[in-house]
């Protein structure tokens, strides 16, 4: 049984930093791409970052290029989202999400798992 326990979200105000922890389990962890992907209230899910299997290849939102940092630690089953000068419109539910195809396509709905997501607020 597949499962993604994402950690770590908060209240913060805007400005501040948080980082994301999603601990895998039951599946090969290192085979897989996985993803970071945010919904706020009222909105539809959408991306945020993802990183390829070997962490060599990384993606991101334009919203959250430059400040957000996705990386991985295979021996540790674990993919982190470092969040840095967050702002108000980044508050939302942050799940992770793996995928066994190519970390290019970004569609939600290509990914194959999803955790039950951690809740990120940004006071202003």
């Known amino acids: 049984q597949v499962q993604l326990v994402e950690s770590g979200g908060g209240l913060v105000q805007a400005g501040d930093s948080l980082r994301l922890s999603c601990a895998a389990s039951?599946?090969?962890?290192?085979?897989?791409?996985m993803g970071w992907f945010r919904q706020a209230p009222g909105k539809e899910r959408e991306f945020v970052a993802a990183?390829?299997?070997?962490?060599?290849?990384?993606y991101y939102a334009d919203s959250v290029k430059g400040r957000f940092i996705i990386s991985r630690d295979n021996a540790k089953n674990t993919v982190y989202l470092q969040m840095n000068s967050l702002k108000f419109e980044d508050m939302g539910v942050y799940y992770c999400?793996?995928?066994?195809?190519?970390?290019?396509?970004?569609?939600?709905?290509?990914?194959?798992?999803w955790g039950q997501g951690t809740q990120v607020t940004v006071s202003s």
């Open positions: 999400a793996a995928r066994d195809g190519p970390v290019s396509e970004h569609r939600p709905t290509v990914y194959d798992y």
């Open positions: 039951g599946l090969t962890f290192s085979s897989y791409a």
């Open positions: 990183i390829s299997w070997s962490g060599r290849n990384t």
